[in-house]
């Protein structure tokens, strides 16, 4: 496969020769953002592919051929291999750099309602988000489609409710404090429509946003995730 490396971002502990390196394959405002920012807190040794999906490069044989569901973010492990799905992912990178705390390990008290609110977030969450920005995959005539979005909007309403009621710690979703659940919930608050109506209506959901995204690791994966023109 022949992906260009055309970024290069380096976690800061890890440069000794033959550190061996993950690739996140990214794109702007994507759900690569929670993965760029636990790399960076991990202080993982990292490059960065871009991936074009306005160019349909999520669907060019190469990239199918890495992530087979066409989806970004997808994460190459420095073995070679790549998993996708952003709940995979967080897992997984919260259990090798087990020592940057990013989540209850196993065996912890509080790791099953780690699992627990991840797996909502990227089954209740993110599919959400998906259906209110492209309602048009879903139905066919115009009044319909804008049905589909409405629907869309309200359900998205009702999640962030039941995440306001979830969360646990003054700042952070879990009693116990930060964790990758506090990136991932700032990441979907990142994609609402007007988020200071959603933080007005839900004050938990903001103090973890604000917790979490003053974080230099979450503000990293912003500069590099906001689009172009609104960093402009
Ligand atoms: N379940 C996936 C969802 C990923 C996803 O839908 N990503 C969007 C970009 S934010 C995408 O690749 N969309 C392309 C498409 O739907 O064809 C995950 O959690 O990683």
């Known amino acids: 496969m022949t992906l260009k490396r055309c970024e290069i971002e380096r976690g800061k502990d890890n440069l000794s020769e033959g550190a061996k390196m993950y690739l996140l394959h990214w794109e702007y405002m ?11 807190d991990a202080r993982a040794d990292f490059d960065l592919h871009y991936v074009d999906m306005g160019a349909g490069e999520h669907k060019a044989p190469d990239y199918l051929s890495i992530n087979p569901t066409g989806r970004v973010p997808a994460l190459t492990l420095p073995g070679g291999s790549t ?3 952003t709940g995979a992912i967080v897992t997984h990178l919260c259990e090798v750099f087990a020592q940057a ?4 390990q196993p065996g912890d008290t509080d790791r099953s ?5 991840l797996n909502v977030m990227t089954t209740m969450g993110y599919p959400t988000v998906a259906r209110w920005n492209h309602p048009e995959r879903y139905a066919k005539s115009e009044a ?3 049905e589909v979005e409405r629907k869309a909007s309200a359900d998205l309403d009702d999640f962030f409710d039941i995440m306001e009621e979830a969360i646990s710690g003054p700042k952070s979703f879990l009693k ?5 659940l506090d990136y991932y919930l700032s990441m979907l608050t990142e ?3 007007n988020r200071q109506a959603l933080f007005a209506a839900h004050p938990k959901i903001e103090a973890v946003y604000l917790y979490a995204s003053q974080r230099p690791a979450y503000r990293a994966a ?6 172009p023109q609104a960093a402009a």
């Not at 994507?30 to 960076?40: C, P």
């Not at 309602?113 to 609110?117: A, G, S, T």
């Not at 116990?176 to 990758?180: D, E, H, L, V």
């Not at 912003?222 to 689009?227: F, K």
């Open 30 to 40: 994507a759900g690569s953002i929670v993965v760029h920012a636990l790399l960076q």
């Open 83 to 85: 998993i996708g799905e």
């Open 101 to 104: 705390g990013l989540s209850p």
């Open 113 to 117: 309602e780690f699992l627990f609110w």
């Open 144 to 146: 319909a489609i804008a």
């Open 176 to 180: 116990r404090g930060f964790s990758a």
């Open 191 to 193: 994609w609402s429509a």
């Open 222 to 227: 912003m500069n590099r995730h906001a689009l």
